[in-house]
């Protein structure tokens, strides 16, 4: 079949998907993405960004907390952005969907925070495509043991190179353009 035919994996796809969402991030820092999925359907999707009503980090073209020099310690403390898993689970939730036994992909590991409301969200499966990567590698490392713990299933997906060419030659094309002649 034509390469034009080639349909992504399923984790390519979500994974895609989530990358997508983070496409809409405010966050000039770490822009991430999250989509929950159930029986290969999507339930929410979500990227991180400030409160409604509260300025975006990309509209002021700097990082509040690093403006007012909060420590990397205290970054939750300061950071204007509700994570892209929290906004995904608080915009199924108001729209009345549950994610129990659900599966999340996120460009990024959860924060410990998030991993919590994954688990009690009743999120079955953590597939991520970069480790959080803090300065704090135990307390990175103490993240994925506790979501262990919770019998949470965790896996890393990265695109291929061959993934991430085709995705990019299909955004680029025009995506419903006739491909057969009409009869």
């Known amino acids: 079949m034509p390469p034009a035919f080639k349909r ?16 809409r991030s405010t966050c000039i820092s770490r822009p991430t993405g999250c989509v929950i999925i159930r029986d290969k359907q999507v339930l929410s ?19 509040y907390r690093r403006s007012i020099k909060a420590s990397d310690a205290g970054k939750y403390d300061f950071c204007r952005s509700i994570h892209a898993e929290a ?44 480790g959080y990567e803090s300065k ?7 993240w994925q043991e506790v979501a262990n713990e ?12 061959e ?9 680029q094309d025009d995506t419903s353009r006739r491909r057969i002649p009409s009869e």
């Open 8 to 23: 992504p994996s399923w984790d390519a796809y979500f994974m895609a998907l989530a990358k997508l969402a983070a496409s």
């Open 150 to 161: 919770a019998n949470i299933r965790i896996r890393q997906v990265k695109l291929s190179k």
């Open 87 to 130: 906004n995904a689970i608080a915009l199924a939730a108001r729209t009345g969907i549950s994610v129990e036994g659900a599966t999340a992909y996120f460009t990024l590991f959860p924060c410990y925070v998030c991993t919590k409301l994954l688990v009690r969200a009743g999120i079955r499966e953590i597939v991520y495509e970069i």
């Open 136 to 142: 704090d590698a135990m307390r990175d490392k103490h």
């Open 45 to 63: 999707t979500g990227f991180n960004g400030s409160m409604p009503g509260v300025p975006h980090c990309s509209d002021e073209g700097v990082c």
């Open 163 to 171: 993934d991430r060419e085709w995705f990019e030659g299909f955004l």
